[in-house]
């Protein structure tokens, strides 16, 4: 088993501090010129409509969901524990200048997520009356790369849906049974009955449960984090200056004794920074797939989104925690710091709240958790559609393996398992951005039809593939009448 994890290791660093962050970053930047940052130009826009259709209490038709309901489904799958943990983790070991570039990889991030979801809505297909895409359906309809298509969708299964969840529950058991004392086995079956309740109710229980919870779960750690720092004002200018330093010049924090490299800082704020928002990685772009949008473009503007929250609100929010309530203490070495770096947020909150602040904090990553859960869950039901063709009993039978891995993985030991999703994201990613690149003219003449349609007030978008059963059947009944058709190749 050491040989294993050894080895295991060895391939998630070549993967997440070299290949991804060139690859990941290197999409972004691509993108982010290729559609001339939209980052700047779309995502105000996209704010004041998405509020706008709250505020209206948009609905949809069953088998789909409103663009805010595929929002919440992708940030609930975005905000987990790697937003409070794994960005503690990211300053402890890159110190406070890998927040800056933890930034920087969110923004280009914005371009990636937004050519994600475009392709997914263009290429979507539905099955058996429900809307599903995601990027081994742009991959096979759009690159007609069938075996590519496979690898993704059955790394999917495995990444999002089995030890997804196993390293996603053992972090809801943990927290709670230490923050509450009780016993893991009843954390256990608690959480197994409420995400069976979500899951039995099919994609319109999981978008009304990301829609309820996400806006409250997200609102609730950020207006925490907004306390602590005002309790800290007189910090808060330190800190931004320890970050802007620490960005380019690590060493010239805590006098040196950090022992942190510019390269450290850069590596560790960019690879946590892709993995807390998911920006490339494939995952996302299968609730903005299923999005009841007007046109791909918008679903695509309302996904930039999804980073901003993940990233620049939430993401800092846990830096500033940490640097402005003394969690964070630059005196002491990284190779230290890093030890303990699991409970530093745990520690900054119960610097602001006292006891309080280590509950408050369990129950914000109990949700975290949760809502993670139930959003790979919904990804990795679209590839299991894809691998077998849509079967209700097979999708069953995965809801089954789903709840099983949930309760092996509150009764394990993580650590091994945490690898194991390290290294099965990364490997999903590939094939993601391979499409993204080569797809990349599709991306843009998509923006260019949305902006032309704009102009005169019609922006009405014809899907291609969406309706590929409805045209199967007219087809198989046009042929029984002995009669010839090219409706569909």
């Given at each position: ?13 070549i ?9 990941l ?7 982010t ?23 209206k209490?948009e609905?949809?038709?069953e ?12 940030i609930?799958?975005?905000?987990g ?29 914005m371009?990636t ?6 392709l ?14 995601g ?5 096979k ?15 999917g ?5 089995i030890?997804?969840?196993m390293?996603?529950s ?37 978008a ?5 919870v996400?806006?409250?779960?997200a ?11 005002l309790f800290?004002?007189?910090s ?21 004794v ?21 920006a ?26 999804g ?29 230290e ?6 409970i530093m947020?745990q520690?900054?909150f ?6 309080f ?28 559609k ?9 999708i ?27 290294l ?13 690149f ?26 291609e ?24 190749k």
């Amino acid at each position: 088993m050491e040989g294993l994890r050894a080895v295991v290791g060895i391939i998630n660093t070549i993967l997440w501090d070299y290949l991804l962050i060139f690859g990941l970053v290197g999409i972004g930047v691509y993108m982010t010129i290729k559609l001339k940052f939209p980052q700047f130009t779309r995502l105000i826009p996209a704010l004041k409509k998405m509020v706008a259709g709250v505020a209206k209490k948009e609905k949809t038709e069953e088998g789909k969901m409103t663009p805010f309901q595929a929002l919440s489904t992708a940030i609930a799958a975005q905000v987990g524990t790697g937003n409070v943990v794994g960005v503690a983790t990211a300053i402890a070991a890159g110190g406070p200048g890998a927040a800056f570039w933890m930034l920087i990889s969110a923004f280009f991030g914005m371009a990636t997520i937004f050519s994600e979801a475009v392709l997914a809505q263009k290429y979507r297909e539905s099955k058996d009356g429900e809307l599903v895409g995601g990027p081994a359906y742009y991959i096979k309809n759009g690159l007609k790369s069938k075996g590519l298509a496979m690898t993704f969708a059955v790394v999917g299964i495995f990444t999002m849906g089995i030890v997804g969840t196993m390293v996603q529950s053992n972090s809801v058991a943990t927290s709670v049974s230490t923050a509450f004392n009780v016993p893991i086995i009843a954390v256990t079956i608690g959480l197994a009955i409420v995400v069976a309740l979500i899951l039995m109710g099919g994609m319109g229980r999981i978008a009304s449960f990301a829609e309820t919870v996400v806006p409250i779960m997200a609102g609730a750690y950020i207006l925490g984090s907004l306390l602590i720092i005002l309790f800290n004002l007189q910090s808060v200018l330190p800190a931004l200056k320890s970050i802007f330093i620490g960005a380019f010049k690590p060493q010239a924090i805590g006098g040196g004794v950090l022992g942190i490299t510019i390269q450290q800082t850069i590596r560790y704020g960019m690879a946590r920074g892709l993995f807390s928002n998911e920006a490339g990685i494939g995952s996302t772009p299968h609730s903005h797939a299923v999005a009841d949008a007007e046109h791909p473009a918008e679903q695509g503007f309302t996904a930039m989104i999804g980073v901003f929250i993940s990233t620049f609100l939430i993401c800092v929010s846990t830096v500033i925690v940490n640097i402005v309530s003394g969690s964070y203490d630059p005196s002491i070495p990284a190779a230290e710091m890093t030890k303990s770096a699991s409970i530093m947020t745990q520690n900054g909150f119960m610097a602001g709240f006292g006891t309080f602040g280590a509950m408050f904090l369990s129950i914000c990553l109990s949700f975290f958790s949760l809502t993670t859960i139930i959003g790979w869950y919904f990804f990795a039901e679209s590839n299991v559609k894809f691998v077998f063709n849509g079967k209700s009993t097979t999708i069953n039978i995965f809801k089954a393996i789903v709840l099983a891995s949930l309760v092996v993985g509150c009764l394990t030991e993580a650590d091994f398992v945490w690898e194991l999703v390290d290294l099965s994201t990364g490997i999903l990613a590939i094939p993601n951005i391979i499409a993204l690149f080569l797809l990349s003219k599709d991306v843009r003449s998509i923006l260019d039809d949305y902006d032309k349609k704009a102009l005169s007030g019609n922006i009405y978008w014809e899907y291609e593939y969406q309706n590929l059963d409805e045209k199967r059947s007219k087809r198989k009944s046009v042929l029984r009448k002995g009669l010839s058709t090219t409706i569909i190749k």
